[in-house]
Structure formats: structure tokens, C-alpha cells
């Protein structure tokens, strides 16, 4: 069975330091609903791989049983080990949450509206600081890259398709990725590194990939960091290495749980 997922994905932002201030002002939705959950209600589908989609056509941002840790990761773009752990109720409390933003709000303004959002009705505060970590530099292999162009007709999608691999005991993956840039390929795939992935290589416009992502006994998930390299490698001509750079960490300095209601 098919399932197209739309992949949170998470990279470094810009390079500075600012002091303790409440949430730069943003666009905002034109209303938005805010529900508790119930004590006990479970995370949903894919919230720990970051494998969640709130945007929908028309404007609509819908986000159902979610904590406010992992929608504040998604609102900034930004990795768990980007911030720091906030009260204890950030990553246990979860909400539902329905906006209505302009039909013609691009990716990015909704998610500079979930940012006004979050400092509005969870009253949330922070600075950055900046640090020097190991990050995760994408490069081109020594065969080139095997992301051939786009074919007409085709719109921006992820399928991430069940298989049988190698191991009929251990469920594998076939990922078919289509009308990617390389910014969207690393937002898709820095949750799963845990770490901030910097592209060094040079590819400009979109591309299709696929990879097929097969466990074994030592690596049972096919999410594994070091199947994912290899696929990326030999499947996608790519090169992985660490190194050090300095990357921007969010400290958050408040927040309050928010009540039930709209605004």
C-alpha cells in the first residue's frame, strides 16, 4: 500500500546571536482553533520521524494530537538537538489545532504563521545562541549524481511503498521522490541523521530520486542512519561526511499551556 507522505524536514538556520525577546511578529492565521487532548493520547503516525503534513489546499493547516515540541521543531525547521528541552509539559501535553490561513499562503508563510501562533496563544519566548557541532555535508560522489530531471507533468511528492527485500522476515522500503530540489531531499532526511546536514553540492533546480531501503539482521529498521547512507551513496551517487560548523540553537526561555478556544 501506498502512503505519500509530506516530510517535515528540519535544516540549520542563519548564523547569529539575539537576545531574550519574545517571538519576532509574523503573519498571522485569519483564525485558529485550539483543542487539549486528553491525558494519555497517543503521538500520531510518524510525529517521531517528522513525517507529518498540517498543510492542506485552500490554506488549511490542520494538526491533530500534537505536542508543541515537535510543532515548534516544525515551525522553525529545526532538529530536537536545536533547542532546548523547555517546561515539561512541552513534549507530553498534545493538542489539536485547526487555522484557516489565506488560500494563496505559501509553505513558508504558514509556517511563519504557526510561529506567531505559538507566541500568541502558548505565550512562547526564547533566544538563539550559536554553537559549533558536528553536522552532516552532502556532497556529490566520485561517479556523479544519479538524480536524473523531472518528467513533465509531474508535482513535488514522496511515496515511501512497502516492500519485500532481501530479508522477507524484515519489512523494507522503496522511496520514490519526485520533483525534489536538494534543500527538500536534506529536510526530508536530517530528522532520521539527527543531525544538521549542509549541502556542499552544488546542485541548483529539481530532480526526481528513488532508493530502496533494505534491513538486515544487525540493522532491523530501514530507517537505520547507516542504510540511509549507504542508499544515499550507492543508489543516489552522493557523498555523507561530518564536520564541524557552527549552527544556530534555540533556547526556549517560556511558555504557558494554552486553553481551549478560538482566536
Not at 530536537?80 to 515539561?88: K, L, M, T, V, Y
Not at 488560500?103 to 550559536?130: C, P, S, V, W, Y
Not at 515511501?160 to 520533483?179: C, I, Q, S, W, Y
Not at 533494505?214 to 540511509?228: A, F, K, T
Amino acid at each position: 500500500m501506498k502512503r505519500i507522505l509530506s516530510i517535515a524536514v528540519l535544516a540549520a538556520a542563519s548564523i547569529h546571536h539575539a537576545h531574550c525577546q519574545q517571538l519576532a511578529k509574523s503573519p498571522a492565521f485569519e483564525v485558529a482553533s485550539i483543542t487539549p487532548c486528553k491525558p494519555g493520547t497517543p503521538e500520531p503516525m510518524g510525529e517521531h520521524m517528522g513525517m507529518m503534513q498540517f498543510i492542506y489546499p485552500g490554506g488549511r493547516f490542520e494538526a491533530k494530537a500534537i505536542d508543541i515540541r515537535y510543532l515548534f521543531e516544525w515551525a522553525y525547521k529545526i532538529l530536537p538537538s536545536q533547542h532546548s528541552d523547555g517546561p515539561a509539559w512541552f513534549g507530553s501535553d498534545r493538542y489539536d489545532i485547526i487555522a484557516k490561513a489565506p488560500g494563496n499562503a505559501t509553505d513558508a508563510e504558514i509556517r511563519l504563521m504557526t510561529q506567531a501562533l505559538l507566541a500568541d496563544r502558548f505565550k512562547l519566548k526564547l533566544h538563539r545562541e550559536t554553537k559549533e557541532v558536528s553536522v552532516l555535508a552532502i556532497g556529490i560522489g566520485k561517479n556523479g549524481a544519479k538524480l536524473p530531471a523531472p518528467k513533465d507533468g509531474e508535482i513535488h511528492s514522496i511515496q515511501v511503498v512497502p516492500r519485500t527485500g532481501p530479508d522477507p522476515n524484515l519489512p523494507a522500503f522503496h522511496v520514490e521522490g519526485k520533483r525534489f530540489t536538494m534543500a527538500q531531499l536534506i529536510d526530508t532526511f536530517a530528522r532520521q541523521f539527527e543531525r544538521v546536514m549542509v549541502d556542499q553540492t552544488g546542485i541548483d533546480g529539481e530532480f526526481d530520486f528513488s532508493m530502496d531501503l533494505n534491513p538486515d539482521e544487525g540493522r532491523p529498521s530501514p530507517l537505520h542512519q547507516s542504510i540511509l547512507i549507504e542508499a544515499m551513496q550507492d543508489q543516489l551517487g552522493l557523498s555523507l561526511k561530518s564536520m564541524k560548523a557552527p549552527v544556530d540553537v534555540y533556547v526556549i526561555d517560556s511558555a504557558e499551556k494554552a486553553a481551549a478556544g478560538n482566536d
